[in-house]
């Protein structure tokens, strides 16, 4: 492995392939499957408002992108992680405050907790289960992280504008450079994602799926 290389004065850092790891931020069944159980809580009219359009973007743009960041890191020699929304219970008892007044859950082992088939995990690839918006407070993955002597993390994932943004400021103040693909995450249309790539932008790279791929691979 290199020596520490850590920068006190820029985020604008390639990334060093044995110091990194890609996250994959709640791409599962619940939030970005047609018959995922997000949409089955929302009343009908915001259900027509949110699903179609925001699937229609994700299928069609985000999740390719998606899937070439997870093939070109994979090539490359980064870990591969994943975190989805799932609770550590069937009644959800163990969610945040903010998920239980939020009103939903998604239960221990359920179909909704899966990562989506088609950025399905390879072998021991790690995913973990979170149930709060930061993967940071609820899980065990800084630990994670500094065993595996990672100090770069590229984030990728859904909701750009909420458990992404929590994900990127927590990372960022645990002390790890955070690079952020831009058009590898989504939320509920252009207005909200140009919003929370702006705000967020102080915290981290930001880069598109493109000019990571070529960075990878060059």
């Given at each position: 492995m290199p020596s520490v290389f850590l920068s006190t004065t820029s985020r604008?850092?390639?990334v060093v392939p044995e110091r990194a790891a890609l996250l994959f931020i709640d791409v599962q069944n619940f939030s970005c499957h047609p018959d995922g159980a997000e949409w089955a809580m929302m009343p009908p009219d915001e259900r027509a408002q949110k699903r179609d359009p925001f699937l229609a973007h994700f299928n069609a743009e985000t999740l390719p992108r998606m899937q070439r960041l997870q093939a070109a890191a994979r090539a490359a020699g980064i870990e591969v992680m994943y975190t989805t929304i799932e609770s550590l219970t069937l009644d959800g008892r163990?969610?945040?405050?903010?998920?239980?007044?939020?009103?939903?859950?998604?239960?221990?082992?359920?179909?909704d907790g899966k990562v989506l088939e088609a950025i399905a995990p390879q072998g021991d690839e790690i995913?973990?289960?979170?149930?709060?918006?930061?993967?940071?407070?609820?899980?065990?993955?800084?630990?994670?992280?500094?065993?595996l002597g990672v100090q770069q993390v590229i984030v990728s994932g859904v909701?750009?504008?909420q458990c992404v943004e929590s994900a990127i400021r927590d990372a960022c103040d645990l002390g790890y450079l955070v690079t952020q693909v831009t058009d590898a995450c989504a939320t509920f249309g252009p207005e909200r994602q140009a919003a929370s790539l702006n705000a967020i932008k102080g915290y981290c790279r930001q880069i598109t799926t493109d000019?990571?791929?070529?960075?990878?691979?060059?």
């Open positions: 604008d850092i390639p163990d969610r945040s405050l903010d998920y239980k007044i939020s009103g939903f859950n998604v239960p221990k082992g359920s179909w995913v973990l289960p979170k149930s709060s918006s930061s993967v940071f407070v609820s899980t065990h993955i800084d630990y994670i992280l500094r065993n909701l750009t504008d000019a990571l791929v070529r960075e990878l691979e060059g």
